[in-house]
């Protein structure tokens, strides 16, 4: 119950703070706030509740029962570290955007909630047909996030996202009604529960397809090299609460897919096509990284050194070492804090500078010392310096993958030296140099509001680069249980033992 | 006949009993209040009706009709399909100022009369017959509404490709009768069960000239030319009667004929009947791209709905007809929806009801409930989530699936893709700044007569939308219930 009012809540909140707007503006920012530390008591309470066993919480309820469909949410410890990730950068969203937002702040705060409570669906779904539901429902709110608040070119980067996301989404409905087709036509049940289709492909000659459907959709979302040319346009374009949920937060759902679906429910044929898709991996790391370095627009910059750190994440999903896997969870918090970090800088700078392009920036230090500061911090985290969350990442993944393919890792490590270009450059040709002559003569360094959320993301990841043991306590029974499936092999144990019989009895389909 | 069968059509009695009510009505005293009120009164008892009608199921009533599970459905989605675009036209036709407004409601009951006897038929001559009602009834309620030449247009355009498409029909039927000796629908089974060759020429000629007739009726590529100009000239009520009553109807004989007759699933009519789905998805799709006018756009977009509910025909085997009683139960509630929207908003001159894209922008500012009531039908026919249009979207693609038919599948997921672009344009429209200065627009309002009957309409079909979106289950258990009823 408590998992279904982690979903339910971000929606009530969300209609109250648009109501709210008629009151008061600063209200319904407060509603959005409040919301959301409910649902951090919420996650919370939901996951001291249980003892022991990788999962922490469960929820299941009969929808649509001709169909085999049921409500059913769970939660283990990958999905509560990733929903916390989202809690806080939701957080961090909102105060972020507390003097940018000054047209609909209701309206705005409800799409931001509404998106919210895709997500959590999205990392809590333990059935196929619904963790699709909430894996579009999602883009909605998103897309009216990005078309109404967003930058010049909002309207065309909106559409863009939108498009990509959706089509690449009905390949995983194809790929969903193929699985459970297929395990329908072997067993004559047809259920989309994610217990009982592990393994269910494994022998069939489609596995392979299937697993591409899934994959194609959540490359698409990651974004991989080759796919995410709609990512620079929705980042850029986006306000900067939605850059901040969109590369912190939506694209964590494309490798929480990998990570929970493709990987699991396609052993040997995710196995089989490990090679390429680590290539694609690599390839992003480094075609991200050289982009980044090119770009004049700060957005676009940060957002292609996106593609260059989830090229990292592609990497370590398919080695599938426990090393590696230990590493994808720290890139995906890591990178979720930092580049969300960057993007509610960038939007500071924009509300100050009113541009966004490199070009008329530099010398910013002088006049602007906390930002230049903590700037500094999120660039050397995002070039993978030692003490902070993103090089405990990296150097997992690059460690848990040199064992299964060297020379990918050898040249994801080039992404390493080319990450400290881009990122050294950002400093350089923001923060030092001559001041450009245009700029505003006087410029107000970040209020307390600002500074705080930033610097809390700060603390976070030094806290992950110095001591992530607390990260790997939570995650670990987790993706041990993930790492259980082996080809072929008999299903991992179920969440809640006994309760599984309770299993809502799928009907078969024939009328 | 006995007194079962009269209570079997007792929902096809009261309609033409109403008809005959409301034309002694005309006769007496004109009013819009009188003639409307009998008009939903009947429509209301002929839903009603059906309770009674569903106790002896299935029930096969002269060699003509056959009234059963399935029937009775269909009947209650046109009845109630019906009576939403009658609540409707209340607010549109006063907000016209027409001189007389009362045959407009005698045509809506006789068109809805030819659509309900029309999915109870089980032989060609009530089949023709009904079809015929529908199409006369509907030629002349296209072009009542005649505040201007393009009602007109509208209406010639449709009694003439009406009239040819009937001939082509008439002539399949003549060439089954020779070629069978019979007019029922079960003949043709009867036929390939006694090795007749349902593939020699003259008999697959007939059944080709048949489908030509029902190609036209459901607008598919290549027979979809009126589809636009129709929905663009004719009122919105209308056009909403054209694209949910008449197609619904005409598609649920199309599935009767296949699940009654074996023989549409067997030889080249198959291929044919692909390539048709194919063509209709790409073509309504990537047509619609191109469209300034609403109207237009979603007529394009109906002609790519029914290549997916064909797709649900064609490939679902014996799951095909939940499938396409899915889809088209969604087509009718998210068109009446966007359809209903359309018709409450004041029109853009005294010509034209509002139905360009510029009349939609800055829709949300001044108007927030009925663009977000627009907006959700829109995404709904995207197949978004949450929306009942989802719930289709998966059934066809479920049925794709099942029937691993590859081709056909992926010209779904490529229509549904383009799909998604002319969808989001109208949205885009209505969040961006209006074009017409603030007082202009403001006169525009208030110069509305919309009603509480027209708002409460819209609310309930987002309410459905939305509730059928989130909790299938009941339409799922109704249309199972009803589909075991069945007459095979």
Avoid at chain 1, 94 to 103: A, F, H, L
Avoid at chain 1, 146 to 174: C, D, N, P, V, Y
């Amino acid at each position: 119950m408590l998992l279904t009012w982690l979903i339910i809540a971000p929606v009530l909140g969300g209609f109250a703070a648009w109501r709210a707007e008629r009151w008061r503006r600063d209200l319904s920012r407060w509603i959005a706030l409040a919301t959301l530390a409910a649902e951090l008591g919420l996650v919370i309470a939901a996951a001291t509740g249980s003892g022991g066993g990788p999962w922490l919480a469960e929820t299941r309820w009969s929808w649509i029962p001709q169909l085999g469909i049921a409500f059913r949410l769970d939660l283990d410890g990958l999905s509560l570290v990733l929903v916390l990730l989202t809690i806080g950068l939701g957080l961090a969203a909102v105060v972020s955007s507390w003097t940018e937002i000054t047209e609909r702040v209701g309206l705005f705060h409800l799409t931001l909630l509404l998106t919210l409570a895709g997500v959590f669906g999205v990392f809590l779904a333990f059935d196929l047909f619904l963790f699709f539901f909430f894996w579009e429902l999602m883009l909605v709110p998103m897309y009216f996030l990005i078309a109404l608040w967003g930058h010049e070119q909002r309207i065309r980067a909106a559409m863009k996202f939108f498009i990509f996301t959706q089509g690449s989404g009905l390949l995983m409905l194809i790929a969903i009604l193929a699985l459970s087709i297929v395990h329908e036509r072997a067993t004559g049940t047809l259920t989309f529960d994610y217990f009982a289709l592990r393994g269910a492909a494994a022998s069939s000659g489609l596995a392979f397809w299937i697993m591409l459907g899934f994959f194609l959709a959540f490359v698409v979302k990651l974004p991989a090299f080759l796919f995410h040319s709609w990512l620079p346009d929705a980042h850029t374009e986006a306000p900067s609460a939605g850059s901040v949920i969109l590369a912190g937060v939506l694209l964590k759902t494309g490798a929480y897919g990998l990570l929970r679906f493709v990987e699991p429910l396609f052993p040997a044929a995710a196995h089989a096509f490990a090679v390429p898709a680590m290539a694609l991996g690599a390839a992003g790391v480094i075609y991200g990284a050289v982009l980044a370095f090119a770009q004049d627009d700060v957005k676009r910059l940060v957002a292609y050194s996106s593609i260059s750190h989830m090229g990292f994440v592609l990497i370590g999903v398919f080695a599938w070492t426990t090393l590696a896997l230990q590493g994808v969870v720290v890139q995906m918090i890591a990178h979720g804090i930092s580049t969300g970090a960057l993007f509610i800088l960038v939007g500071f700078l924009q509300q100050r500078l009113h541009t966004r392009d490199l070009r008329s920036m530099g010398g910013l230090a002088g006049p602007l010392p906390r930002l230049s500061a903590l700037l500094m911090v999120f660039a050397i985290a995002s070039l993978g310096l030692p003490g902070l969350g993103n090089f405990i990442g990296e150097f997992l993944i690059l460690l848990g993958t040199f064992p299964v393919n060297a020379p990918i890792t050898i040249a994801a490590t080039a992404g390493l030296i080319t990450a400290v270009i881009y990122a050294v450059t950002l400093i350089q040709r923001t923060l030092h140099g001559a001041a450009n002559p245009a700029s505003p003569s006087s410029l107000a360094d970040l209020t307390f509001r600002e500074t705080s959320v930033v610097a809390t993301l700060a603390a976070a990841i030094l806290w992950l680069g110095t001591y992530p043991q607390p990260l790997f306590n939570l995650e670990s029974s987790a993706l041990r249980d993930l790492m259980m499936q082996q080809p072929g092999g008999a299903g991992a144990p179920q969440p809640g033992g006994a309760a599984a019989e309770v299993a809502v009895a799928p009907k078969v389909i024939t009328p | 006949m006995r007194a079962t069968d009269l209570i079997a059509i007792l929902p096809l009695l009261v309609l033409a009993a109403t008809a005959v009510v409301l034309l002694l009505g005309i006769a007496i005293h004109r009013s819009h209040a009188l003639s409307f009120s009998i008009a939903t009164g009947g429509l209301l008892l002929a839903c009603i009706s059906l309770a009674p009608a569903s106790h002896h199921l299935p029930h096969p009533v002269t060699p003509l009709f056959t009234v059963d599970g399935y029937a009775l459905f269909y009947e209650g989605l046109i009845l109630l399909s019906s009576l939403t675009i009658c609540l409707l036209s209340r607010a549109y036709l006063d907000a016209r100022k027409l001189q007389r407004c009362d045959e407009y409601y005698l045509l809506l009951l006789t068109a809805t009369l030819g659509a309900a006897a029309l999915v109870a038929s089980t032989h060609y001559a009530s089949f023709f017959l009904s079809l015929e009602t529908l199409s006369l009834s509907l030629i002349a309620l296209i072009s009542y509404v005649r505040g201007h030449d393009r009602p007109l247009e509208a209406g010639i355009k449709y009694l003439i490709l009406s009239g040819v498409s009937s001939a082509f029909l008439l002539f399949g039927i003549a060439i089954l009768y020779a070629g069978l000796g019979t007019l029922s629908f079960s003949s043709i089974t009867h036929a390939s069960l006694a090795g007749t060759a349902l593939s020699a020429p003259p008999l697959l000629g007939g059944i080709a000239l048949v489908l030509v007739g029902i190609g036209f009726k459901l607008s598919l590529v290549p027979f979809h030319m009126w589809a636009p100009d129709i929905y663009e000239g004719a009122s919105a009520p209308v056009t909403a009667f054209v694209a949910v009553v008449s197609k619904s109807a005409v598609f649920a004989l199309l599935l009767r004929l296949f699940t009654a007759t074996g023989a549409f699933h067997a030889g080249p009519l198959t291929i044919v009947l692909g390539a048709v789905a194919v063509l209709s998805m790409l073509a309504g799709n990537l047509l619609a791209l191109l469209q300034r006018n609403v109207k237009r756009i979603l007529a394009y977009s109906s002609i790519a709905h029914l290549g997916y509910a064909l797709v649900a025909l064609l490939v679902g085997g014996p799951f095909a007809i939940e499938a396409v009683s899915v889809y088209l139960v969604a087509y009718a509630i998210m068109t009446l929806g966007a359809f209903a929207v359309m018709t409450l908003l004041p029109p853009s001159d005294s010509l034209r009801d509002a139905d360009l894209i510029d009349d939609y922008r800055g829709l949300f500012r001044s108007r927030p409930g009925l663009s977000l009531a627009f907006a959700a039908s829109l995404l709904s026919l995207a197949g978004i989530p949450l929306t009942v249009g989802f719930i289709a979207k998966f059934y066809a693609v479920a049925s794709g699936v099942d029937g691993s038919h590859s081709v056909l599948l992926g010209t779904l997921v490529a229509g549904s893709i383009i799909g998604l672009y002319y969808y989001l344009r109208v949205i885009v429209a209505m969040t961006a700044a209006p074009l017409i200065m603030q007082d202009d627009q403001a006169a525009r309002a208030g110069g509305v007569h919309q009603g509480v009957l027209g708002n409460a309409v819209v609310a309930a079909l987002v309410l459905l939308l939305i509730g059928l979106g989130a909790y299938p289950t009941p339409l799922l258990a109704l249309i199972r219930a009803s589909a075991s009823m069945t007459l095979r």
